[in-house]
């Protein structure tokens, strides 16, 4: 299974995992099956607020699952509609996440549970 983290910068399975998929420059996607490791640079990284077009971010590189600590409603629809499922991120790194992620310890995401914005009101639990 091939599973992608969204991260600022790339130190592999040490990469600490961001906390906004639509603005992270890049994604790191482990394949769990082998252990390889590739590289994706986010082609959506700057789109306004609120106008993420995942698919267009992730170059459109086939990935069965990303783990990430925030994303909106609109781009968490959008993967789950191309059969994508989203969890979200529970320790700092992409290792112990990999980790979490086999053993089935990462919560799924919802769109009630989605960032919603950065103000007061916001909801952003990151």
Request: proline residues 2%; contains cysteine.
């Amino acid at each position: 299974m091939k599973v992608c983290f969204p991260v600022q910068t790339n130190e592999g399975i040490e990469s600490k995992v961001y906390n906004h998929f639509g603005s992270a420059p890049m994604f790191v996607v482990v394949d769990t099956e082998t252990n390889a490791v590739s590289i994706i640079n986010n082609k959506d990284e700057h789109h306004a607020h609120g106008a993420c077009n995942p698919i267009k971010a992730l170059d459109g590189q086939n990935v069965d699952a990303i783990v990430v600590g925030g994303i909106g409603a609109g781009a968490l629809t959008r993967l789950n509609q191309s059969g994508i499922r989203v969890y979200r991120s529970q320790a700092e790194n992409i290792g112990e996440n990999v980790l979490l992620f086999s053993t089935k310890k990462l919560s799924e995401f919802s769109v009630q549970g989605c960032c919603g914005g950065h103000d007061a009101g916001g909801g952003c639990a990151h």
